[in-house]
T-cell receptor, first 116, second 113 residues
Framework: GDSVTQMEGPVTLSEEAFLTINCTYTATGYPSLFWYVQYPGEGLQLLLKATKADDKGSNKGFEATYRKETTSFHLEKGSVQVSDSAVYFCALIRYAGGTSYGKLTFGQGTILTVHP | ETGVTQTPRHLVMGMTNKKSLKCEQHLGHNAMYWYKQSAKKPLELMFVYSLEERVENNSVPSRFSPECPNSSHLFLHLHTLQPEDSALYLC????????????FGDGTRLSIL
């Protein structure tokens, strides 16, 4: 079955440091890939997405590139802020059997804490 | 800010109670989803409704009963829950079609006594 593996956290950084959160996936076919972020006490917010190989998703300074050859979708940000402290989830969505709704498979989440 | 609203935000209930969780989306989507988020486990898809028809039921116990009366509303009826059902229950919605992201509500934190 489909699976998503994220680097284990927690990740603790100082403000303005470079961030990388690794994500690799296993899936048949051509899934779309997403990064979601969850702030304390809130639901998941879509951070960025990529729908085909070599696509780069970007939003709020975060970037991730869909690498089919390495089945990866690593999240990066050049300079993190305290307000980026949250839990980050990598996810894939696949459409089986001609259905038009997708089934999301999530990684386990990576806790990021940024200190001033 | 979210276009998917869940109520209540917190719910404490005994194992013999009956309660319902409500989800409403204001995004014009035509698919809706229930997820369960437990501590130290990946999010689990519970149910999928596409055009108000249930199309997925991921081996969820019958003590959870979903209802989708129209494309904007989704309910999760709860009855005779167990302590292990304590979790954050998240509702999501999306347009149908490939590559469409799902948009989540803030969830209902459920505690079973």
């Amino acid at each position: 079955g489909d699976s998503v593996t994220q680097m284990e956290g927690p990740v603790t950084l100082s403000e303005e440091a470079f961030l990388t959160i690794n994500c690799t996936y296993t899936a048949t076919g051509y899934p779309s890939l997403f990064w979601y972020v969850q702030y304390p006490g809130e639901g998941l917010q879509l951070l960025l997405k990529a729908t085909k190989a070599d696509d780069k998703g970007s939003n709020k300074g975060f970037e991730a590139t869909y690498r089919k050859e390495t089945t990866s979708f690593h999240l990066e940000k050049g300079s993190v802020q305290v307000s980026d402290s949250a839990v980050y989830f990598c996810a894939l969505i696949r459409y089986a059997g001609g259905t038009s709704y997708g089934k999301l498979t999530f990684g386990q989440g990576t806790i990021l804490t940024v200190h001033p | 800010e979210t276009g998917v609203t869940q109520t209540p935000r917190h719910l404490v209930m005994g194992m013999t109670n009956k309660k319902s969780l409500k989800c409403e989306q204001h995004l014009g989507h035509n698919a809706m989803y229930w997820y369960k988020q437990s501590a130290k486990k990946p999010l689990e898809l519970m149910f999928v409704y596409s055009l108000e028809e249930r199309v997925e039921n991921n081996s969820v116990p019958s003590r959870f009963s979903p209802e989708c009366p129209n494309s904007s509303h989704l309910f999760l009826h709860l009855h005779t829950l167990q302590p292990e059902d304590s979790a954050l229950y998240l509702c999501a919605s999306s347009h149908l079609g490939q590559g469409q992201p799902q948009h989540f509500g803030d969830g209902t934190r459920l505690s079973i006594l």
